[in-house]
């Protein structure tokens, strides 16, 4: 929605669904354009997939939408996976949009790349005392509680809906990571087992 705001020249982002959607219908090809373009340099094919609502709930389109997915990673390509905006906005953010997908394909680890280091205690921003937390065992009220406090200053969701994303990792046994994206290093360290960021996990690291 954000690029086709820009491509269309609007003065804001729309309030109305219809011009998000339309909005979301011009942008789409240039966010595709991007990223084809980009990982061309590195050779690598990249696909689009903009699911609904639907197709997280809907056994049959849920089946379809898996199937697609892991054969898509069969034959090398990349998934550039997206919530379909010109038909509904339901899911909302790509924090519980990529939980939901890790949850489809049964996916051994989830990481999300944020502005920030990971969950703190407090925001790092206004309180510099605050202690990254590098493990999370569960979603209780406490854990609520510092995700309120310690929301991203940037991005659609902040850390209240990395939260979302970690109960429902948590709830299929998904490994789930919040990882600073500055560091592209970051997430060797993650594959290679290190220590990076928060981990939700039942197990202890």
């Known amino acids: 929605i954000g690029m086709g705001v820009g491509k269309l020249g609007l003065r804001e982002r729309p309030k109305d669904i219809p011009s998000k959607q339309a909005a979301a219908a011009v942008g789409q090809?240039?966010?595709?354009?991007?990223?084809?373009?980009?990982?061309?340099?590195?050779?690598?094919?990249?696909?689009?997939?903009?699911?609904?609502?639907?197709?997280?709930?809907?056994?049959?389109?849920?089946?379809?939408?898996t199937n697609t997915l892991n054969r898509l990673l069969e034959l090398g390509a990349l998934p550039?996976?997206?919530?379909?905006?010109?038909?509904?906005?339901?899911?909302?953010?790509?924090?519980?949009?990529?939980?939901?997908?890790?949850?489809?394909?049964?996916?051994?680890?989830?990481?999300?790349?944020?502005?920030?280091?990971?969950?703190?205690?407090?925001?790092?921003?206004?309180?510099?005392?605050a202690k990254l937390l590098h493990h999370v065992a569960g979603i209780d009220d406490h854990i609520r509680e510092i995700a309120g406090i310690s929301s991203s200053t940037q991005g659609t969701g902040g850390m209240v809906t990395k939260l979302h994303a970690a109960d429902i990792c948590l709830g299929c046994g998904c490994k789930m990571v919040i990882a600073n994206g500055n560091n592209?290093?970051?997430?060797?360290?993650?594959?290679?087992g290190k220590t990076v960021g928060t981990t939700f996990s039942e197990e202890r690291l």
Do not use: W
């Not at 966010?31 to 609904?52: G, P, R």
């Not at 919530?83 to 953010?93: A, F, L, R, W």
């Not at 680890?109 to 309180?127: E, N, V, W």
């Open 184 to 192: 592209p290093g970051n997430l060797y360290d993650i594959l290679e």
């Open 29 to 65: 090809c240039e966010l595709m354009y991007t990223y084809d373009k980009l990982f061309s340099e590195y050779h690598h094919t990249v696909a689009q997939l903009l699911i609904t609502g639907d197709d997280t709930t809907n056994d049959t389109r849920r089946l379809n939408f």
């Open 80 to 129: 550039i996976i997206n919530e379909n905006d010109t038909d509904e906005i339901v899911i909302g953010d790509n924090d519980t949009l990529a939980a939901i997908v890790a949850r489809s394909v049964h996916a051994d680890m989830l990481i999300l790349l944020s502005d920030i280091d990971g969950l703190y205690t407090a925001d790092p921003h206004t309180h510099p005392e």
